[in-house]
């Protein structure tokens, strides 16, 4: 029999720089992506204190244009986008009919098109999902992802350096974006992140990559306040501001509520005017009138230990469910995780075991986010 070879891995346009400052590269849903260039607790560390850079050119960059885009749009995301005003954004989800989560998604409202942000591993199935419910509407689907780059800027220092370029950036709201013109080129700055801290995410030309990391990195002295981060550090900084991620926290079996996404979902869609319900709707209005059987908690764990997904957790001898996410957090100093225990089965200041292989490992049930910047 023939052997199948595994598809190359896609590569962004910072791979070159990548290699070339020796980042540890790992496959992520496909991509060749750094996942640390150094030691991964300093590269926290420095997002924490200071700035980091991220290539986050994986994550999936869907245009909409179009008479019908934003009554497409209302069908698709579990979240009201028709109040939005121009140059803002918004988190929401996408949902299959039974209220399970497809995707979490950024939306980004312009005066002539709108965008959806997605996840890495979910671009496929989300540009599926958009083929099979378009219908007869007109609404064309640009997927730019591979024409453009994406990065991420992140840490208390980075709107003192984005100051130096620009007057305007500073001035964002969280969740508003600008266009700026640079060498003719339109770039996309955003006020949004995904570790806890403040920042910006950038979308501009491919081609343009090699120049903006020239200007965002060209002190290359150990003082530098912006150092290039890789997505181990992402993903240890998310984890502390207690952010859920795809495959981990919600899946297409996830009620959003449970996992305390109710912002999100916007159940009077169809009560609007000329107003259709979201895919999923009626799903998510049982979910919510039942209530959900579950919670997610957060754990702090003694010892070095990490805890890893799917970890078992138990309370008095009875397991109460699993984790979904933990690290050893470098900025609280010991371990931490997230979990999905059933509801009202424990309350802050519990204490629980983690089973760890063949160890068990002490824990007590704290609030979330572990982390929230001052």
Known sequence: MEQQTAPPLMETPFHGFHVEHDAKLIDYAGWDMPIRYGSIIEEHKQVRHSGGLFDVSHMGRIEFTGKDTQRFLERLLTRRVGDMHDFTCRY???????????????????????????????????????????????????????????????????????????????????????????????ILISRTGYTGEDGVEVILPAKMAGMALKMLLKDSSDTLDVKPTGLGARDSLRIEAAMPLYGHEIDEDTDPFAAG??????????????????????????????????????????????????????????????????????????????????????????????????????????????????
């Open 261 to 374: 996404l109710s912002y999100a979902i916007s159940l009077d869609k169809d009560q609007q005017e000329d107003g259709e319900p979201f895919i999923g709707q009626d799903a998510l209005k049982k979910f919510k009138a039942d209530g959900p059987q579950r919670q997610l908690i957060g754990i702090k764990l003694k010892g070095r230990r990490t805890p890893r997904q799917g970890n078992a957790i138990y309370k008095d001898g009875v397991q109460l469910g699993a984790v979904t996410s933990g690290c050893l957090s470098p900025t609280l100093g010991h371990p931490i995780a997230m979990a999905y225990v059933a509801l009202d089965a424990c309350k802050i200041g519990d204490k629980v075991l983690i089973a760890a292989g063949s160890s068990r490992v002490d824990g007590e049930i704290i609030g979330l986010p572990f982390y929230k910047r001052a």
């Open 92 to 186: 929401s989800l996408i949902c299959n009919e039974e209220g399970g989560v497809k995707d979490d998604v950024l939306v980004y409202r312009f005066p002539d098109k709108w965008m959806l942000v997605v996840n890495a591993s979910n671009r496929e199935k989300i540009l599926g999902h958009l083929d099979d419910n378009k219908g007869k509407l007109k609404v064309k689907i640009n997927d730019k992802t591979e024409s453009t780059a994406m990065i991420a800027l992140q840490g208390p220092k980075v709107m003192d350096i984005i100051g130096r370029f620009s007057e305007e950036v500073p001035e964002l709201k969280r969740y508003s974006f600008c266009v700026k013109t640079v060498m003719l080129t339109k």
